[in-house]
């Protein structure tokens, strides 16, 4: 007796999870690709070389994303500034920039070590590719256009699965070990401004915190 009564409590709260679950309000599936979920602000899709508002590019060339990077699939090559023409601020930049997207775990590494906030990490996570070179994805697909929208290696109309919301939806994810990863600066944007995105605000939870005095500085 006991046995069906375990088993009819089981198939109950079976029943309950199916009803809220694949009917109610806590319904878990969408209609995928026609339909995508809301991603968490943090969510950690494929990577952009960013540019300031002006145009000119953030990464540096300094090479830091490549040393911080535990599965060694970064490659920077940087090189001198041209004085005329400046592609980036101060005296380098990114010459050669390559991401093995096959070799990536996706841990954001690259993102915390970056000085300049060069290279985030986007909300775009449709990256099926059909050869091994497809995977790599170079500066040509990682630097955002002027207008801040990040390349992609296949358009809509080559891959009807590229959600062009997600390629505009770069970024919303903020280093821990930026400012903002912290309690004192609750509510402060802690980004510099990027080419069509601006400043970026504060995190979801974070607008209108009270700024409170930090004492481990
Ligand atoms: S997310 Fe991690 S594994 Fe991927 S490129 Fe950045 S540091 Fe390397
Ligand atoms: S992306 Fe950032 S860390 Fe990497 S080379 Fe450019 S400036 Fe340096």
Redesign the pocket.
């Known amino acids: 007796m006991g046995m069906i009564n375990n088993l009819r409590r089981g198939f109950a709260v079976t029943l309950r999870v199916m009803r809220r679950t694949v009917f109610g309000d806590g319904l878990l599936t969408t209609e995928y690709p026609k339909e995508s979920r809301q991603k968490p602000e943090r969510f950690?899709g494929r990577?952009v070389l960013n540019r300031h508002p002006d145009g000119i590019e953030k990464c540096i060339g300094c090479e830091l994303?490549a040393g911080?990077?535990?599965?060694?699939?970064?490659y920077v090559r940087g090189a001198d500034n041209p004085i005329d023409e400046p592609v980036s601020p101060g005296e380098r930049y990114g010459f050669v920039y390559d991401?093995n997207m096959l070799?990536?775990?996706?841990?954001?590494?690259?993102?915390e070590?970056c000085p300049t906030e060069a290279?985030t990490?986007t909300h775009l996570f449709e990256m099926s590719v059909t050869n091994r070179d497809d995977a790599i994805y170079t500066k040509n697909e990682l630097l955002v256009n002027p207008e801040g929208i990040p390349n992609h290696m296949f358009t809509p109309e080559q891959d009807p699965m590229v959600n062009l919301d997600e390629l505009k939806d770069a970024d919303g994810w903020m280093r821990a070990t930026a400012p903002s990863g912290r309690a004192a600066y609750e509510g402060i944007p802690g980004w510099s401004a990027s080419a069509g995105i601006g400043l970026r605000p504060p995190e979801r939870g974070q607008a209108g915190a009270e700024v409170e005095e930090d004492d481990d500085d």
């Open positions: 950690h990577h994303c911080a990077c535990p599965a060694r699939c970064i991401i070799r990536c775990i996706f841990c954001g590494l690259c993102v070590a290279i990490m």
